[in-house]
């Protein structure tokens, strides 16, 4: 009897098995026409795997859940193949760096990825802790890679293939090139295991994500609040895009769905704007002399407030920033999550003071007179702000808009403890 895989094609965790079979010679047959939903609910699969995920391999002895335990079941048919190494070092830290994908790459990866598509509830802190999380561990993973080709010894084990399909699903559905580019060594890792020809076979061109995917609800589930907000008055914004059909919840197994055609972005469809926002992001980064005199005054050779709009923006719970890396960690936060308008926004976050309480103080400019509406929606972060619309005709507003750019200090009469900018 041969091996037969029951997944549907393209699953992550099915692939680990694939590509061990590729490196061992072992014959795995993926069954054909498997519908999720449908045939892991039937009885003969709930027989095999009664819980009904996937994938599940049926061997003549009887089957086998949990895509790890399949991987190293198949490997185990070669002793052989090399992919658990030469000695039992090599083989305690196959088994180390197996675990540590487990539960801290793919894990993480899956606590902010799932809650987005809809599986979960969608809490913006635990949001922000799987992030931090995340990057803890690419940091880690990032070191080691540094004088590293592979995680053990100098040829792939099994421990790069689960590591490499854990990554590859990250980085086809949330890990934008924004986020990756902090880990070089992680970037360099990814790409060279997944265009060797056993993992290409079964995964097929590999494309990195565009854009963090938007939160399947518009309500995510709020914390408690820390303190009454000050009553302010909301900017206007633009009127609401029609309503995206909601994206119902899936098994987490399930496979992926055709990709639909995106709707237009609302930004998209404005008139033509003489000025190009890219433009204006080079001229920033590559200015690095004579900033008032090349960079400030560019922008405002370049503004265009038919077609933008610029914005301050005040941090409604200052008296709580007590602790600076806290206060730096809660603006990383935000811009990160700012990443679904990098294609319409420029913006600057100043944390502002020599001591605490630390003040945090923005200046946005975004595409169209008024705050995108799908910002509004989808960045929680917004309603912890105070906003107010820049008065281009007030000479002293122009110059704390040139104060803010160019991260001028003191700025207001006190020290700058960071800057940070969203490009």
Not at 26 to 40: A, C, I, R, T, W
Not at 83 to 100: A, K, P, R, V
Not at 151 to 169: F, K, P, R, S, W
């Amino acid at each position: 009897m041969a091996l037969i895989l029951y997944s549907g094609a393209g699953n992550k965790n099915a692939n680990k098995a694939l590509i061990a079979a590729e490196y061992s010679g072992v014959k795995v047959d993926l069954v054909k026409d498997f519908q999720m939903g449908v045939s892991n609910k039937s009885p003969e699969f709930v027989k095999m795997n009664p819980i009904g995920k996937v994938p599940v391999l049926e061997t003549p002895d009887g089957p086998i859940f949990e895509s790890n335990a399949i991987a190293r079941y198949v490997t185990r048919l070669n002793p052989e193949c090399g992919l658990y190494g030469s000695t039992l070092l090599d083989y305690g830290q196959i088994e180390q760096w197996i675990d540590f994908s487990a539960t801290e790459i793919d894990a993480n990866i899956g606590n902010w990825l799932y809650p987005r598509l809809g599986f979960s509830g969608y809490l913006p802190p635990a949001e922000e802790a799987a992030i931090a999380a995340l990057k803890r561990a690419l940091g880690a993973l990032n070191t080691h890679l540094a004088s590293n080709t592979y995680l053990v010894g100098h040829g792939v084990t099994l421990a790069d293939i689960v590591m490499t399909c854990n990554l590859a699903y990250g980085f086809k559905t949330i890990l934008t090139k924004s986020f990756t580019s902090e880990f070089p060594h992680v970037e360099r890792y990814i790409w060279t295991l997944i265009n060797q020809p056993n993992f290409k076979k079964i995964w097929g061109d590999v494309k990195q994500a565009e854009s963090v995917p938007p939160v399947a609800s518009k309500k995510p589930i709020q914390p408690k609040e820390p303190a009454k907000p000050k009553e302010t008055v909301k900017p206007k914004v633009e009127p609401k895009p029609a309503k995206k059909e909601e994206v119902k919840p899936r098994d987490l197994d399930e496979e992926e769905e055709a990709p639909k055609p995106k709707a237009k972005n609302p930004l998209d469809l404005l008139p033509p704007s003489k000025m190009i926002l890219d433009d204006w992001k080079r001229l920033y980064s590559n200015t690095k002399t004579n900033f008032r005199e090349v960079a400030i005054k560019g922008f405002w050779d370049m503004y265009d407030p038919e077609g933008y709009s610029l914005w301050f923006c005040d941090y409604k719970y200052n008296d709580e920033n007590i602790v600076s890396f806290v206060t730096l960690n809660k603006v990383s936060g935000f811009l990160q999550r700012m990443d679904l308008a990098r294609k319409y926004a420029f913006g600057k976050m100043l944390v502002i003071g020599a001591n605490s309480p630390y003040k945090v103080k923005g200046l946005w400019l975004f595409r169209g007179t008024e705050i995108p509406q799908f910002v509004i929606d989808e960045c929680y972060d917004m309603e912890l702000y105070d906003w107010s619309k820049v008065d281009i005709s007030d000479e002293a507003q122009k110059e704390r808009v040139n104060q803010m750019i160019e991260d001028a200090e003191p700025f207001e009469g006190e020290p700058l403890l960071d800057a940070k900018c969203f490009k």
